[in-house]
């Protein structure tokens, strides 16, 4: 992910870009916050550089915690059905739920790391 920007603020902006390493293929999306409330909530538009469905798209991420878990919901709200619908073919749930994974990894590892409180 050589550009990750976020300007995590009501009016903020985001970009990321993905690249295939083997390729050399690129991946760009962003958008703009239309919410931010910490630590429940994130509101904001998603539009792709070369879009593969039709307008843009409304994300609404939601936050909850459960014990030492943190449960994530994203609910993507598609302009109309046609681009849910070219969204659904596409197969993007198993890229999302591979970064979920490795996100999940990421944050384990740094847990595994982290000092813990000395005992007195």
Same mark, same amino acid.
């Given at each position: 992910?050589?550009?990750?920007?976020?300007?995590?603020?009501?009016?903020?902006?985001?970009?990321?870009?993905?690249?295939?390493?083997?390729?050399?293929?690129?991946?760009?999306?962003?958008?703009?916050?239309?919410?931010?409330?910490?630590?429940?909530?994130?509101?904001?538009? =998603?539009?792709? #550089?070369?879009?593969?469905?039709? &307008?843009?798209?409304?994300?609404?991420? *939601?936050?909850?915690? /459960?014990? $030492?878990?943190?449960?994530?919901?994203?609910?993507?709200?598609?302009?109309?059905? =046609?681009?849910? #619908?070219?969204?659904?073919?596409? &197969?993007?749930?198993?890229?999302?739920? *591979?970064?979920?994974? /490795?996100? $999940?990894?990421?944050?384990?590892?740094?847990?595994?790391?982290?000092?813990?409180?000395?005992?007195?």
């Amino acid at each position: 992910m050589p550009v990750c920007e976020i300007d995590l603020r009501v009016g903020g902006a985001y970009r990321y870009v993905w690249r295939k390493e083997s390729t050399g293929t690129e991946m760009g999306m962003g958008g703009v916050f239309h919410e931010v409330v910490s630590p429940e909530k994130l509101v904001a538009t =998603e539009k792709f #550089d070369d879009p593969w469905y039709p &307008g843009e798209a409304l994300d609404t991420t *939601a936050f909850e915690e /459960r014990g $030492e878990i943190t449960k994530i919901r994203l609910t993507v709200l598609y302009e109309s059905k =046609e681009a849910r #619908d070219t969204a659904t073919r596409s &197969g993007m749930e198993y890229g999302m739920a *591979a970064g979920y994974s /490795r996100l $999940e990894q990421v944050l384990a590892a740094l847990l595994e790391t982290e000092p813990k409180p000395a005992l007195h």
